[in-house]
């Protein structure tokens, strides 16, 4: 079923609605999400889903370091002020890739194929140039990689002119910059402090060096931001050619992420205004003609996950929306997490334990939790609505959720045909919410998220 797509362009501003916005929600890049990890999952579990691996799989390669820590960063990662940590670190992730290698697929009869590998962190180049080809060299011997395509995020601020001959060498062609605005003000109210040119500098490197798929990761709700403080950070986006631009809405949770401490909550804009800064910039990238991917992703409409959402494929997982249509999602490194159809699993976050289990040659998955075939389902239903704005959800399901979806029906942001679900053009930013209502975790929690826009 096809339901006036929320992802159609849109000629006036979203209705506003603080009642059904007042929920922080999660991000559902999984479900169940993080939330739900318990030591009830961990290597023993994580060994035996490595060893039924069959088909097409994806990696992502975890590099907690960064020369810098920003203030609102709330990524697993400390500085590289410590050559002997990194090092120790370096020596650990070898050992794990040679670990899972040996044990992917063990037991299965099918051939298992690396289709793509994602470097984040972190910021990957804090580790040398050098230290990434070995990483390479060491995935390319230890695993059945099988031509993947190469994605990475990085620093501008600390990408130097000799990574862009070794990201060409290794077939780098999806980059990731972390530019998050342009404003000089607001770099130092979030200790994000680059200037245009150096973001120039960077794009211009990655484009020498082969990138196809360059992404500029931007924000909206910074301390002190104002609607042409965005603008200007957007426009910026577009000149300098960002084939994808994810435009997130800072999430200030101190008491989750001690380091916010050092912003200034007071100088934060209210829901209203970052409601608003939200639409300005969909109004924006979608004026230009960019494809509006989820709520808060675009892509130019050559871009492979453009195309992926225009044919109905587009995906979700812990890396975000993804035109990654692999089964499998094996993480490496200390955090990182691992999907499997009926199983999560993340590794030691702790990067001295993370050391200590692979020094053992123990597989360091410390906690995760088992997916149920209702959760699976749940899932899907969860990820249709963030990805297509539509799901089939059951005529159950749509008993059970009457009373909370009516306000939402009620206000023109859903329609209901049949068992199927849609959210309309104007519902758009009440996605996540609207989601949530299908997630029974979530009914009597009192954990912390972040804003729903």
């Known amino acids: 079923m096809t339901v006036d797509s929320p992802f159609d362009q849109i000629a006036v501003m979203w209705p506003y609605h603080p009642d059904l916005l007042a929920r922080p929600v999660p ?22 889903a490595l060893g039924r691996v069959t088909g097409d799989v994806s990696l992502y390669v975890h590099i907690p370091f960064c020369e810098e820590i920003c203030w609102y960063c709330g990524c697993n990662t400390s500085r590289t002020n410590r050559a002997a940590r990194l090092t120790s670190y370096l020596d650990a992730l070898h050992r794990e890739i040679a670990v899972v290698g040996a044990r992917l697929g063990a037991e299965s009869d099918g051939e298992v194929a ?26 390319t011997l230890a695993l059945p990689l099988r031509d993947p395509v190469i994605s990475i995020e990085l620093d501008p601020r600390t990408l ?7 990201l060409r060498h290794v077939g780098v062609t999806r980059a990731s910059l972390g530019v998050q ?18 973001i120039e500098a960077g794009t211009d490197l990655l484009r020498r060096a082969g990138v196809t798929s360059l992404n500029y990761d931007l924000m909206y709700g910074l301390p002190g931001q104002t609607d042409a403080d965005l603008a200007e950070s957007v426009e910026a986006a577009i000149t300098l050619g960002a084939d994808r631009i994810a435009l997130f809405g800072y999430a200030h949770v101190p008491q989750v992420n001690p380091r916010q401490q050092r912003i200034d909550a007071s100088a934060l804009p209210g829901q209203e205004d970052r409601f608003r800064m939200a639409w300005n910039g969909w109004e924006q990238l979608t004026g230009v003609g960019y494809r509006p991917i989820g709520f808060d992703h675009f892509a130019l409409p050559g871009d492979a996950i453009a195309r992926a959402a225009d044919a ?3 995906h979700r997982n812990f890396q975000g929306f993804t035109e990654d249509e692999a089964p499998v999602l094996i993480g490496l490194g200390a955090s990182s997490i691992s999907q499997f159809p009926d199983l999560y699993v993340q590794n030691e976050k702790n990067s001295g334990r993370y050391r200590m289990l692979l020094s053992q040659d123990l597989l360091p998955g410390a906690v995760g939790v088992a997916r149920s075939p209702a959760d699976q389902a749940t899932g899907l239903i969860i990820e249709q609505l963030l990805c297509a704005g539509e799901a089939r959800v059951g005529q159950e ?19 209901v045909r049949g068992d199927w679900l849609a959210i309309r053009s104007d519902g758009l930013p009440y ?6 209502l299908f997630d029974p975790y979530r009914q009597d929690s009192q954990r912390r998220f972040s804003s729903a826009v």
């Open 431 to 436: 996605a996540r919410t609207i989601a949530a």
């Open 160 to 166: 130097a002119p000799d990574w862009g001959m070794v």
């Open 397 to 415: 399901r749509l008993v059970q959720l009457h009373g909370a979806l009516a306000p939402f029906a009620e206000r023109g942001l859903v329609e």
């Open 27 to 48: 991000r559902y890049t999984s479900f169940p999400t993080a939330a739900e990890f318990s030591g009830a999952v961990g290597g023993a579990e994580q060994a035996a």
């Open 312 to 314: 109905g494929r587009l």
């Open 114 to 139: 690396v289709r793509r590998i994602a470097f984040g962190g972190g910021s990957p180049n804090a580790i040398s140039p050098l230290d990434f080809v070995r990483l390479i060299d060491a995935l």
């Open 181 to 198: 605005t342009l404003s000089p003000r607001l770099q130092a109210a979030i200790g994000r402090v680059q200037s245009r040119e150096v």
